[in-house]
Structures are given as C-alpha cells and as structure tokens.
C-alpha cells in the first residue's frame, strides 16, 4: 500500500510540474496560446482496438488545450491547425480508482475558424498512478494514448464534444498487458471568443 502512494505521488508531481512548464512557456516563448478549458466523463465500451477489456472503467479529468503556432488556412473560414492538450483526473475499474494524467504534444485539428465545428487527432502519453485494476494489468505507469473526436461551440464560448480515447503500452511492458478504450463527453469553455 505504501508503495502505492509513493508511485501515486510521483504521478502527481510530474504532472503539476508539467502544468507549471507549459504555462510558463506560453507566457515567456508567445508561443502557445490557451484554447479551451475542457470537463471531461466518459466510460469504456466493446473496444474496437485490440483485445477486450477485462474490466469497466470509468473517467473523468480536467483538460486544458494550447494552440501551437502551426496555422493553415483552407479555403474560406477553415483551418488546418495544431494544438497540445494536457489532462488531469481519474480512472475508475473493478471498484479502484486512479489517478490519471494525459500530454498529446501535437492534436492535429481540422475546422471552421469560427469554432462550429472541429475534427482533431493526436498521439502521446498518459501516466496512470496504479496501472492494475483488479484482473486488468495495463502493464505499467505509462501508456500511449490515441485521441480521435469532434468538438463545437455553439453558444458564445461554449461547447460540446466528443472524443475516443485509446490506452495503450504497445507491448513495451510484455504481452500481457492490456489497455482500455473510452467514449468521453465533454463540456468546453473556449478562451478569447471575443478576438
């Protein structure tokens, strides 16, 4: 048990000192722009990547995204733009919770410029404080995780959206591993509608 909390805490610190990074660098470097304050719930379903899941799970964290500099646009009133998402929540599976941190550094986004309607991609990584939960082992405190969905803002800087999300340690941590898929809602607040 104490090993837990100690594994639960590191977790933690990384995550808070990574928060810390990326705010600092935005104000210092100009270079990311906050986009959205994101509250996030979702459950897992039949996965459609890889082997079943042993186990239910529940999430629910707090996103925030960054616009990067990387800006084209296509046509008129769309875009094709970059941006960073970072999370902070939990994972709930066989009655245990989880402390659950996400870093897409590149979410590739295809949308209206009037924030209507997104479509958005991206890759990283996600710690997980423990990585067991009850018979499912995702193997190990890291886990890729792929994001795939769609977003909209429909009432001045609100919004709604949907995204699939995909846990994954790709075999680094043995065979046996398995990670988790889920549907996640989500409610938005978009930063500086007024520009």
């Known amino acids: 048990m104490r090993q ?7 977790c933690y610190a990384i995550a808070f000192w990574l928060l810390i990074a990326m705010g600092g660098s935005s104000l210092d470097a100009g270079v990311l722009r906050p986009e959205t304050l ?35 646009e296509i046509g008129t009133g769309w875009i094709l ?3 960073l998402l970072a999370s902070a929540g939990m994972l709930r599976g066989a009655q245990e919770t989880k402390g659950l941190f996400t870093l897409v550094p590149l979410d590739v986004m295809f949308g209206r410029k009037d924030g209507l309607l997104a ?12 990585y067991r939960f009850g018979q499912q082992n995702f193997g190990g ?6 994001t795939f969905g769609v977003t909209s803002r429909f ?13 994954s340690d790709a075999t680094i941590y043995g065979s046996d591993s398995r990670g988790a898929d889920l549907h996640l809602f989500e409610l938005i607040y978009w930063f500086g509608t007024g520009e």
């Open 155 to 167: 009432l001045g800087p609100i919004g709604a959206g949907y995204h699939f999300q995909h846990y």
């Open 141 to 146: 405190p890291f886990q890729f995780v792929w």
């Open 38 to 72: 994101v509250l996030r719930g979702g459950f897992s379903g039949g996965s459609p990547i890889g082997e079943e899941e042993m186990v239910d799970f529940h999430q629910a964290d707090l996103a925030i995204t960054a616009r990067l500099p990387w800006e084209r």
């Open 4 to 10: 837990i909390g100690t594994r639960a805490r590191l």
């Open 81 to 83: 733009g970059a941006r």
């Open 119 to 130: 479509i958005d991609m991206g890759v990283g990584g996600a710690l997980v404080s423990d």
